[in-house]
Nanobody
């Protein structure tokens, strides 16, 4: 069983930055795929970024809408995954969710390939 707890959300002006953190329990954290998803009011949940362990290294994946602005990273010693968000835009406003998955198959962009989810943290970007 893995428990996830997000933090770091808040209100920021456009062009500003935030860093989200996701603290995870469990001894196999380093082998899990980790993802960030978001859901804006009235919209479906969408993929933001992910890490997948392959041959001992993390590969990173990003949605086109955040590529070049967001960076996902993992600190195995702290069992924490981060999402550094720069150059924020009002359209980035959403609840951001951290997710963890034990599977090595399936697309990292598919929420169904994750087994555990956090409660979410609100990010609001004002114009």
């Amino acid at each position: 069983q893995v428990q996830l707890a997000e933090s770091g959300g808040g209100l920021v002006q456009a062009a500003g930055s935030l860093r989200l953190s996701c603290a995870a329990s469990g001894r196999t954290f380093s082998t899990y795929r980790m993802g960030w998803f978001r859901q804006a009011p009235g919209k479906a949940r969408e993929f933001v970024a992910a890490l997948r362990r392959t041959y001992g290294f993390d590969s990173t994946y990003y949605a086109d809408s955040v590529k070049g602005r967001f960076t996902i990273s993992r600190d195995n010693a702290k069992n924490t995954v981060y999402l550094q968000m720069n150059s924020l835009k009002p359209e980035d406003t959403a609840v951001y969710y951290c997710a963890a998955g034990a599977s090595y198959s399936g697309s990292v962009m598919d929420g169904l390939s994750y087994d555990y989810w956090g409660q979410g943290t609100q990010v609001t970007v004002s114009s």
